[in-house]
């Protein structure tokens, strides 16, 4: 058997009906707040899963499926099922340059027959500013069409979002199918991991493996993180530098500091490159 890989994804946003047609972004912003005005939300649980994970990583589209349902009281009082789904993880663009797609194409169909198109993208593009790598990989821009392909009419529109709870949470169901062997496993998630979403996979714990160690040996067990989701706070400076902190609650006691290029001597303090902070049993991270 191939190796494959496998992951649950919750996203939640909302949903306007009669939207602008086109792909401005724009227009999927001013949906979804009109969404907002009017209580219309949209929500979907995807499993997302590859049983061919080189394919996954070096076919242009990145092909993966796609199942499960999606909630949106606009379009059906009760769940829709998903068929059809296909999933391509950060397929090159022609234009602009140097811009992927996350793309999510999928078939909904109502308790009564009726059929939607679900087609969203989330939008990755080549930019230097840190911060952005959250809000560009879970936001989802979403077309709705009617029917079971593009050529319906417009519905719809939506944006998504991952809250960071369902992102720790979807960071928990990963897993490598195909093999039963843990170094194996571990190789293959690593390889995954660095494709995917690299700082943030690695920021969630990600597993990373050195194909080059001389003797590898069965990866530890970890020990959960009893800590919830963090909470992310992006500032800038007087001076004009953007810092990111993010703060984990995990307890009262305290405080704790983490600290990564921090000099300190008794009449300065030079600051390299980040500092982490934490009080009342909180852990905090600047980057």
Not at 14 to 35: I, M
Not at 133 to 156: F, K
Not at 244 to 258: D, I, S
């Amino acid at each position: 058997m191939k190796t494959g890989v496998r992951f649950t994804e919750t996203m939640k946003g909302w949903f306007s009906a009669g939207a602008l047609p086109g792909e401005a972004l724009d227009s999927y912003r001013e949906a979804a707040s009109a969404g907002e005005a009017a209580n219309s939300a949209i929500e979907f649980t995807l499993t997302i899963f590859s049983h061919d994970l080189d394919e996954l990583l070096n076919d242009l589209k990145h092909p993966a499926k796609l199942s499960g349902t999606v909630e949106c009281k606009a379009l059906s009082e009760q769940p829709l099922s998903v068929s059809d789904g296909v999933f391509n993880l950060f397929e090159k663009m022609p234009s602009p340059p140097d811009t992927r797609h996350m793309i999510y194409s999928m078939v909904l169909t109502a308790g009564n027959g009726e059929q939607f198109f679900f087609k969203g993208y989330k939008v990755v593009k080549d930019d230097p500013e840190v911060l952005d790598i959250w809000p560009d990989t879970s936001t989802l821009y979403v077309s709705v069409q009617r029917g079971d392909s593009e050529s319906g009419g417009l519905v719809g529109k939506a944006v998504l979002h991952i809250e960071p709870e369902d992102f720790a949470k979807q960071m928990t169901t990963m897993e490598i199918t195909g093999t039963t062997e843990p170094l194996k496993k571990l190789e293959a998630l690593a390889q995954f991991g660095k494709f995917f979403a690299g700082v943030l996979y690695e920021s969630y714990g990600g597993v990373f493996y050195n194909p080059n160690a001389k003797a590898p040996r069965p990866p530890r067990k970890k020990r959960p993180l009893r800590a919830p989701a963090p909470a992310v706070h992006a500032f800038t400076t007087h001076d004009g530098v953007e810092l990111r902190l993010t703060r984990y609650q995990g307890g009262t006691k305290g405080p704790v500091m983490l600290v990564h290029g921090l000099g300190v001597a008794s009449r300065q303090v030079v600051r390299q490159s980040a500092v982490g902070i934490c009080h009342g049993g909180s852990a905090g991270l600047l980057q």
